[in-house]
């Protein structure tokens, strides 16, 4: 049975940091692309970091380069999102997604974790 859980959301300051994890099972975590992805309210839902598998190589949202570092840890089959430096505007549900390269259909998503920037 696969599962994604993402944890680590909650109320900061604006400024402040947070650490998203995205622990998951069921499939083999290393083959797969793992991305976060966030819908603030009236919003549609917005890629915000992508890790490839094997080669590790990343892609930011432009407004969040230089603040957000996505990682993986493929010993724990759990995914990461560190936050620095958050802002009003990063407030959202953040969710993980898992994507099989070679099968597409194979997609799986998180339940989602609320983080809100607020003073």
């Known amino acids: 049975q696969v599962q994604v859980v993402e944890s680590g959301g909650g109320l900061v300051q604006p400024g402040g940091s947070l650490r998203l994890s995205c622990v998951t099972s069921?499939?083999?975590?290393?083959?797969?692309?793992m991305s976060w992805y966030r819908q603030a309210p009236g919003k549609e839902r917005e890629l915000v970091a992508t890790?490839?598998?094997?080669?590790?190589?990343?892609y930011y949202l432009d407004s969040v380069k230089g603040r957000f570092t996505i990682s993986r840890d493929d010993a724990r089959d759990t995914a990461y999102l560190q936050m620095n430096s958050l802002k009003p505007e990063d407030t959202a549900v953040y969710y993980c997604?898992?994507?099989?390269?070679?099968?597409?259909?194979?997609?799986?998503w998180g339940q989602g974790t609320q983080v809100t920037v607020s003073s």
């Open positions: 069921g499939f083999t975590f290393s083959a797969y692309i």
């Open positions: 997604k898992a994507v099989n390269p070679y099968r597409s259909s194979l997609t799986y």
């Open positions: 890790i490839t598998a094997p080669s590790g190589n990343l």
